[in-house]
């Protein structure tokens, strides 16, 4: 088992930053790959980032290419989604899991454990 919390959202005005963090505990950290999802109010959950177990490659939604940073800290058992030059469309709960797939794993079908979420929300 692995249990994820999930901090640092809030309310931040349109062109901020945020910084989310993700904490774990449980099984080894270093061993799974680590995703962000969204969601926001009557939409699916989507895919944000991942990136890899050893934090050498991550992967991003299109949508958050060059705002948005995934990065790990293995010692800490964290995983960070900086997300810069927020817009309105990005207000959503977001959500850390854990994934044991191999590849590249942007469906939440995909992922074995995840957080409680924490709300995001971009102001005009």
């Known amino acids: 088992q692995v249990q994820l919390v999930e901090s640092g959202g809030g309310l931040v005005q349109a062109g901020g930053s945020l910084r989310l963090s993700c904490a774990a505990s449980g099984r080894t950290f270093s061993s799974y790959g680590m995703g962000w999802f969204r969601q926001a109010p009557g939409k699916e959950r989507e895919f944000v980032a991942e990136?890899?177990?050893?934090?050498?490659?991550?992967y991003y939604a299109d949508f958050v290419k060059g705002r948005f940073t995934i990065s790990r800290d293995n010692a800490k058992s964290t995983v960070y989604l900086q997300m810069n030059s927020l817009k309105t469309e990005d207000t959503a709960v977001y959500y850390c899991a854990a994934t044991g797939f191999t590849g590249w794993a942007t469906g939440s079908y995909e992922y074995d454990y995840w957080g409680q979420g924490t709300q995001v929300t971009v102001s005009t």
């Open positions: 990136i890899s177990w050893s934090g050498s490659s991550t």
